[in-house]
């Protein structure tokens, strides 16, 4: 089982979608893949058309009490640890236990034997729940806007990711994703070329297609579900193929 931790603490940067859709598309191709969502904001959860969630569905009872996993809840052939807005109040918490930041990581060995690939949506902050989900992967992949904000983020990333090894120093970035990218624009072009100088290994960027990714969100299903061999759906399987090579994980691409 490899865990993967999806993280930008600045917002905006498409993590939940790769976390949604290249689950998923993992899923598709045969892997077992469990999903957890960190965000209070639970908008993975909800992009997934799932709702009425409470706290002791969430990862709340590990972060806080130091139980097992709940149960998750299956959706589009994923499995989901799902997660609601009181998830908030574990950050307070957390902070008067100690080892609480290392329990989702204790938690997921307990289940190893069950999935082969653990993505975690974790939240656009430096708080506790990030701190949990960076201390729980084996590996981070990091989605980066090919705007000036994106290369504004980066201090802050290079940062975190300091801290974390101290912790845990086997603890590496398995892939940077250039997301929203827009190659009729210089912005873009100009900023992509800045990280390629800068970030190793760069997956292939994201083209910026907003419709199908908005429309999926509101209907609660991945790309790969909602638009099927659309132009979103071949991006989608070209960033799951270039996550599954940086991660020795085997991928195909299914028509």
Known sequence: MKTITVF??????????????????????????LLIDLDPQANLTGWLGIDGVNRQQTVYPVAVEGHPLPEPTSVHGLNLIPSHVSL??????????????????????????????????????????????????????????????????????????????????????????????????????????????????????VPQREAVWLDSTAQGAPVGVYAPGSPVHRDVQQLTTDVAQALGLPYQVNA
């Open 8 to 33: 930008n603490h600045a917002g905006g940067a498409g993590k939940t979608s790769l976390v949604r859709d290249v689950g998923y598309e993992m899923a598709r191709s045969g892997l077992r893949v």
């Open 88 to 205: 908030a109040v574990a950050e307070g918490q957390m902070m008067g236990r100690v080892g609480a930041q290392s329990r989702l990581r204790r938690a997921l060995q307990d289940v190893r034997d069950l999935y082969d690939l653990v993505l975690i949506d974790s939240p656009p902050s430096l708080g506790q729940l990030s701190i949990l989900g960076a201390l729980a992967a084996d590996h981070m992949v990091v989605p980066i806007p090919t705007r000036q904000k994106g290369l504004d983020a980066m201090p802050g990333l290079q940062g975190a990711f300091a801290e974390y090894r101290e912790v845990r120093p086997d603890l590496t970035v398995a892939l940077y994703v250039p997301t929203f990218y827009d190659a009729r624009r210089l912005h873009d072009r100009e900023v992509l070329t800045d990280l390629r100088g800068a970030l190793s290994p760069l997956a292939t960027p």
